[in-house]
């Protein structure tokens, strides 16, 4: 799902770059895209990292009142 909403962004960027009144070269978009494959890329580590935590830690009160992560099983 991640990959998926992050693929759309970066095509998005590139259908803005070629509607845009500047002409901007595929290879700046291209670029673009190397770069940001590094926040797809970390993002789900991330997410399951946190997700794991927050299932550590479903016991607390704070946790429990602000997230609704259930206990892991």
Do not use: K, N
């Not at 259908?15 to 978009?29: D, I, Q, S």
């Not at 770069?35 to 789900?44: D, G, K, R, S, T």
């Amino acid at each position: 799902l991640d990959a998926g909403y992050y693929a759309g962004v970066a095509l998005m960027v590139g259908f803005w770059l070629a509607m845009g009144e500047v002409a901007t070269p595929f290879a700046e978009w291209t670029a673009f895209a190397a770069a940001y494959l590094q926040v797809v890329l970390i993002e789900p580590v991330f997410t399951v990292a946190v997700v794991r935590l927050l299932q550590s830690q479903a016991h607390r009160p704070l946790v429990q009142l602000c997230f609704a992560v259930p206990a892991r099983g």
